[in-house]
T-cell receptor
Framework: DGGITQSPKYLFRKEGQNVTLSCEQN?????MYWYRQDPGQGLRLIYY???????QKGDIAEGYSVSREKKESFPLTVTSAQKNPTAFYLC??????????????FGDGTRLSIL | AQSVTQLGSHVSVSEGALVLLRCNYSSSVPPYLFWYVQYPNQGLQLLLK??????LVKGINGFEAEFKKSETSFHLTKPSAHMSDAAEYFCAVSGSDFGNEKLTFGTGTRLTIIP
């Protein structure tokens, strides 16, 4: 079955450490997205990519970095500059459509905590 | 610019009763609207989407939503609640930003079903 795989499911970060969250999709979707979810705040967009080797900042990109070297993969690095990284991180993908009517498909998330 | 407001962060209904979750949107262009459901520690699943073909949209699990342009609303309903409907529900609006489609999410409504 096609889908989006996020790993690991749980991740712990030490002070001053960078960590990378994995997101892989086999849906042949062009667009991929990273969201951060905090209780009571809904989902906030961190980065998104419409095509390989191109990506744009979302609403809360500071302290995060991404790469898009392959269509299937869109890893997110949480850097030491992100002072409050504890959250649930969700990756999503969708077919590219300039009309904006394509729904996004989500992975099961990675929960990041500070040690 | 686009935004979504979900009225009521928590809603409780008795099993078998009507479910009504409220969503109002703001968009400078004709919107595409979505409802997603999230179960604990999982990603989001698409319930239904509005893409201007019909104002009453039927989704999965017996849910439906009606698009009302005059009220800028897209409320989610289900005639008879089931225990398995307990989850968090998110309304989202899609808009194009120079051809890069992004979803803007509401802050979510947690639905509790009372036996």
């Amino acid at each position: 079955d096609g889908g989006i795989t996020q790993s690991p499911k749980y991740l712990f970060r030490k002070e001053g450490q960078n960590v990378t969250l994995s997101c892989e999709q086999n849906l042949n979707h062009d667009a991929m997205y990273w969201y951060r979810q905090d209780p009571g705040q809904g989902l906030r967009l961190i980065y998104y990519s419409q095509i390989v080797n191109d990506f744009q900042k979302g609403d809360i990109a500071e302290g995060y970095s991404v790469s898009r070297e392959k269509k299937e993969s869109f890893p997110l690095t949480v850097t030491s500059a992100q002072k409050n990284p504890t959250a649930f991180y969700l990756c999503a993908s969708s077919p590219r459509d300039r009309g904006g009517n394509q729904p996004q498909h989500f992975g099961d998330g990675t929960r990041l905590s500070i040690l | 610019a686009q935004s979504v407001t979900q009225l009521g962060s928590h809603v409780s209904v008795s099993e078998g009763a009507l479910v009504l979750l409220r969503c109002n949107y703001s968009s400078s262009v004709p919107p595409y609207l979505f409802w997603y459901v999230q179960y604990p520690n999982q990603g989001l699943q698409l319930l239904l989407k509005y893409t201007s073909a019909a104002t009453l949209v039927k989704g999965i699990n017996g849910f439906e939503a009606e698009f009302k342009k005059s009220e800028t609303s897209f409320h989610l309903t289900k005639p008879s609640a089931h225990m398995s409907d307990a989850a968090e529900y998110f309304c989202a609006v899609s808009g194009s930003d120079f051809g890069n489609e992004k979803l803007t999410f509401g802050t979510g409504t947690r639905l509790t079903i009372i036996p």
